[in-house]
């Protein structure tokens, strides 16, 4: 039984380590310097995702209810300007493999969620596999992977209940301004499509992509629906759930049997290195859009074979966005960086270390290193030589793929990003929808605030989408019968600098 001094320590009120040691800075990762990369000395970040990864198993923690099929991936333009990746080479074909998933809720769930839609396709490009992991918008709710966890935690069922909480999740809305924008995004009608051939893809992160003069350039990826978008309206949502909740593996599957083979186009936007301090935002937020930036179609991805074996092909395939080729590298933007280490962990855990031999996620290129043994290995390693260099076997490196050098100046640092800009693009979303579709929004999201038996909390949040757009800060005011007056005053007193 614990003493007196035992509990005190159990319910401190300083949040630790798991070893004890204070938490100096729950809200920003170490980087290095101002706009740097983070640092993988933070021994807090590596925790926190490494516990958060292995929370579950076997199932996925997030993206659990997935549908996959196979395609191929075709170019349509020389970009040889830009990148080196022989996958927009002309004249190529790439077979690829897609897994379109809800985020938050378990397998077997309902599709009809008002969630995020994972959109991540594995390439099996003639240089290793490349993963783009998305979604089906463009930007995220957080903009540093320290708060990945958390932000998970707040959203899924309830540690308490095994149900999902509205007071949970506007909660930590509450206290992340930044996830506005993609918050005014998820309740519009947008954040219900009515099929996952009805809705784009992204890559949600700044790349780079580097070129064989070792120019760097960064670009953002977005695979546009040939289908067209389609959405479900709030007042539609139950009688779909009830006539048919596995909809969108249904029509996906569907028309792939009649022949009728969805595409997406892929775009790009791009932008020089000089051009990121232009903008009254940081571009290497994902939190944000670049608005106004053109985009530039680059090819075409078709899906036309359904998998012949769940388990083994959508339950198994693996995604990370460390899973990369040369001529496309990260950017800076500190939700990567932190995914780039998280997502390759989570499959180690969920699968085991060889989890990159297994048929759907072997490459197609021949895999020589020293990586050995391990469960379930199966790489058929033979001789003696486990290591390099040697000049019994050395196994060669070519200096030209090294990766790019980036500039760094400053100090490591534990800050937030410099232009935070939380509610501006919110804004400008809510303006360009129709009159119909904002009557939508405020329909949706008033639904779950009134949920919120938290006062504070709820006021928070609705000053934080009046700081967006009065009128929609009004409608909400009107739906939920709040204080105006309150809104107001908060509301004036938020910054969008």
Request: hydrophobic residues 35%; charged residues 20%; negative net charge.
């Amino acid at each position: 039984m614990l003493g007196v001094a035992s509990l005190q320590f159990a319910y401190a009120a300083d949040m630790t380590r798991d070893n004890g040691s204070p938490v100096g800075d729950n809200q920003n990762s170490q980087t290095a310097g101002q706009e740097g990369p983070v640092v993988l000395q933070d021994s807090h970040l590596i925790e926190k995702l490494q516990r958060f990864d292995r929370e579950r198993i076997p199932e996925r923690v997030v993206h659990a209810r997935g549908t996959g099929a196979f395609g191929e991936f075709v170019p349509s333009s020389d970009i040889s300007n830009l990148t080196i990746a022989k996958v927009f080479q002309p004249g190529t074909k790439t077979p690829v493999f897609v897994r379109l998933s809800t985020v938050m809720n378990y397998r077997g769930s309902p599709e009809q969620a008002r969630d995020p839609r994972g959109f991540a396709i594995k390439f099996y490009t003639a240089q290793g596999n490349w993963d783009i992991v998305g979604l089906n918008k463009g930007i995220f709710f957080i903009r540093d992977a320290i708060k990945f966890p958390d932000f998970v935690h707040a959203n899924k069922p309830s540690a308490v209940t095994g149900v999902q909480d509205a007071n949970l999740a506007f909660d930590f809305w509450a206290h992340t301004p930044e996830s506005t924008n993609m918050l005014t995004h998820m309740y519009a009608n947008e954040g219900m499509p009515d099929s996952y051939r009805h809705m784009d893809g992204f890559g949600v992160h700044a790349f780079k992509m580097i070129n064989a003069k070792g120019e760097v350039h960064y670009v953002k990826f977005h695979w546009k629906s040939d289908q067209g978008l389609k959405n479900i309206r709030p007042k539609d949502i139950p009688a779909s759930i009830g006539k048919d909740w596995n909809m969108m593996t249904n029509d996906l599957y569907g028309a792939i049997k009649k022949g009728d083979y969805p595409k997406w186009d892929l775009y790009i936007q791009v932008l020089n290195p000089s051009d990121l301090s232009k903008f009254d935002y940081d571009p290497l937020d994902d939190t944000k859009e670049w608005l106004g930036v053109p985009e530039q179609k680059v090819g075409t991805m078709t899906l036309n074979r359904i998998p012949n074996n769940y388990f083994e092909t959508t339950e198994e395939v693996a995604f990370a966005p460390s899973r990369l080729v040369p001529g496309i590298e990260p950017s800076e933007d500190r939700m990567l960086q932190g995914r780039m280490f998280a997502y390759a962990d989570t499959q180690m855990y969920r699968l085991g270390a060889n989890f990159n031999s297994l048929p759907i996620n072997r490459p197609l290129v021949a895999v020589h290193n020293n990586n050995q043994d391990g469960k379930m290995n199966s790489s058929g390693r033979t001789g003696e030589v486990n290591y390099e260099p040697s000049t019994i076997g050395e196994i060669s490196q070519d200096p030209k793929y090294k990766y790019v050098q980036t500039p760094l100046s400053g100090t490591t640092q534990q800050m937030a990003i410099h232009k935070q800009q939380m509610f501006k693009q919110a804004g400008v979303f809510y303006r360009s929808l129709p009159e119909s579709e904002k009557a939508d929004l405020v329909t949706a999201l008033s639904g779950d605030l009134s949920h919120v038996t938290n006062d504070q909390n709820k006021y928070t949040v609705i000053s934080y989408f009046n700081k967006a757009d009065s009128d929609l800060g009004a409608r909400l005011v009107k739906a939920l019968g709040a204080d105006s007056s309150r809104v107001q005053a908060m509301s004036a007193k938020l910054s969008d600098e």
